[in-house]
T-cell receptor, first 113, second 115 residues
Framework: GESVGLHLPTLSVQEGDNSIINCAYS??????FIWYKQESGKGPQFIID?????DKRQGQRVTVLLNKTVKHLSLQIAATQPGDSAVYFC????????????FGTGTQLKVEL | DAGITQSPRHKVTETGTPVTLRCHQT?????MYWYRQDPGHGLRLIHY???????DKGEVSDGYSVSRSKTEDFLLTLESATSSQTSVYFC??????????????FGEGSRLTVL
């Protein structure tokens, strides 16, 4: 079946380094992707999104890259800070729109001081 | 942050008892969602609503029902709770806004334990 999954369950980085969190998707018709951040004990929070007609989108300290050829997207966090420690989820909306987001299983980002 | 609150935040109940979780939002958002979160599964959609009295099933809807009698309230009911429904439940909402926006606003979660 269709799925959205992340490559690694846990990612550890040193404070100040750049972080790269990866996500693969299997539905070639997916045309909209979103990254969420979930801190411990809280609900997920929207970070950034990207549509399939784009390859790259930048926000504040974050960049999302989309490679439709290999059905892969990544979230890059520049100069990772302790406050970035959280679980990161990618999510997709299937092609044609709709109201349902499908979430991946998440990657735990740990920032080491 | 969008004003979205869930109640109760924590509940322990016994197998076979009914449970209702409440989600309340003050943003006049059209769409509301209920997700459950379990280790290794991420967030899975239970039910969602696209307007008052308009609801639809998600991927894990068995054993759950929902109701939306007002824009601001979305109720999730477990008619007869089972241990497999032990989970953290998240409510979310979003505006109709521009097409296909994926920006959901989540509540803080409700932790349910079924003994």
């Amino acid at each position: 079946g269709e799925s959205v999954g992340l490559h690694l369950p846990t990612l550890s980085v040193q404070e100040g380094d750049n972080s790269i969190i990866n996500c693969a998707y299997s539905n070639s018709a997916s045309d909209y992707f979103i990254w969420y951040k979930q801190e411990s004990g809280k609900g997920p929070q929207f970070i950034i999104d990207i549509r399939s007609n784009m390859d790259k989108r930048q926000g504040q300290r974050v960049t999302v890259l989309l490679n439709k050829t290999v059905k892969h997207l990544s979230l890059q966090i520049a100069a990772t800070q302790p406050g970035d420690s959280a679980v990161y989820f990618c999510a997709e909306i299937p092609g044609g729109g709709g109201n349902k987001l499908t979430f991946g299983t998440g990657t735990q980002l740990k920032v080491e001081l | 942050d969008a004003g979205i609150t869930q109640s109760p935040r924590h509940k322990v109940t016994e197998t076979g008892t009914p449970v209702t979780l409440r989600c309340h939002q003050t943003e006049n958002h059209r769409y509301m969602y209920w997700y459950r979160q379990d280790p290794g599964h991420g967030l899975r959609l239970i039910h969602y609503s696209y307007g008052v009295k308009d609801t639809d099933k998600g991927e894990v809807s068995d054993g759950y029902s929902v109701s939306r009698s007002k824009t601001e309230d979305f109720l999730l009911t477990l008619e007869s709770a089972t241990s497999s429904q032990t989970s953290v439940y998240f409510c979310a909402s979003r505006t109709s806004g521009s097409a296909n926006t994926g920006e959901l606003f989540f509540g803080e979660g409700s932790r349910l334990t079924v003994l």
